[in-house]
């Protein structure tokens, strides 16, 4: 039954993508009409959000661009949210039949493995040692990580980091990164970005690293404060991640991510979170392409 299951949404998923190359209206994820996914077998994760109404996603609260709850507002917004919504309308022909769950670096697994939430969605790079705890999705971004420094800081890149203070985030590749990349540094690590951007204001570090879109998000909220240096010195494929042994939720979330990058909705959340110009293709479905 699981088999058949997924023969059949395999089909659908290449209907839409042809349709889509060949310039029609897909019958595409996102455009399901308000009917949704037929019931997946029972016993399955995703018959159990379906039979529950709602899919649960963990998602960052406080990146800007991609995982952000704007104060203003009091709503989440950001790329990984625009996606999250997409896998919801195409599961229950609802954008809004998603909850949202603030996951940091140091729980997003714990919180797939212990059933928290259905799908992380939260600037999740892929990479070996992570696939051998839960499965991920193609690739829906790649990243590069990078330094934030002061304006005024003369930091302009990994050389000048000896001695000096950096941040980072527990449980992050971007610890990892930067205890190789640079050994000389003293890095302090925090819970959430936003801490540590708030300890650099404060005088208690010199700089901050991860990913560069994670760095410009602060950027484009005070672009008289902070900036961003030092290139690319490494490249982060962000995918979705799932709990392992769930290949009929894992299929849909690949079925709307692929849908996404083929009928411009990529492009079109790119352009609203990240940039309006200069917009890239998306990145390539497999990661260790991504990579190159």
């Known amino acids: 039954m699981r088999l058949f299951w997924l023969r059949s949404l395999a089909l659908l998923t290449l209907i839409a993508l042809v349709t889509s190359a060949c310039g029609g209206a897909p019958a595409a994820p996102g455009t399901t009409g308000g009917k949704g996914l037929p019931k997946a077998p029972e016993g399955t994760l995703l018959r159990k959000i379906q039979d529950r109404g709602k899919i649960i996603i963990g998602v960052k609260y406080d990146i800007p661009t991609f995982g952000y709850l704007n104060p203003k507002t009091n709503q989440l917004e950001g790329f990984d949210v625009e996606i999250g919504r997409a896998i919801a309308e195409y599961i229950f022909g609802d954008r809004n039949a998603v909850e949202f769950k603030e996951a940091i670096s140091k729980n997003r697994i714990p919180y797939l493995q212990d059933g928290t939430v259905d799908v992380i969605l939260s600037t999740m790079t ?7 705890q839960i499965d991920f999705s193609v690739v829906y971004y790649v990243a590069g990580q990078s330094l934030l420094v002061p304006k005024n800081s003369p930091i302009k890149g990994l050389a000048d980091l000896k001695g000096k203070k950096v941040g980072t985030v527990k449980g992050s590749t971007s610890e990892k990164n930067i205890r190789q990349k640079a050994p000389e540094a003293e890095v302090s690590l925090f819970d959430k970005y936003a801490d540590a951007v708030a300890a650099m204001e404060a005088g208690q570090v010199d700089a901050v690293t991860t990913d560069d879109i994670i760095l410009y998000g602060f950027v484009r909220q005070e672009p008289d404060k902070w900036q961003v240096v030092g290139g690319q010195f490494t490249k982060e494929p962000y995918g979705a991640g799932v709990a392992k042994g769930n290949p009929e939720l894992l299929e849909v979330v ?34 260790r392409a991504a990579m190159q």
């Open 126 to 132: 892929i990479n070996e040692e992570r696939l051998q």
């Open 254 to 287: 690949n079925t709307v991510i692929k849908a996404m990058k083929a009928d411009g909705r990529w492009k079109q959340i790119y352009q609203t979170w990240i940039s309006k110009d200069n917009v890239p293709e998306p990145p390539p479905d497999d990661w």
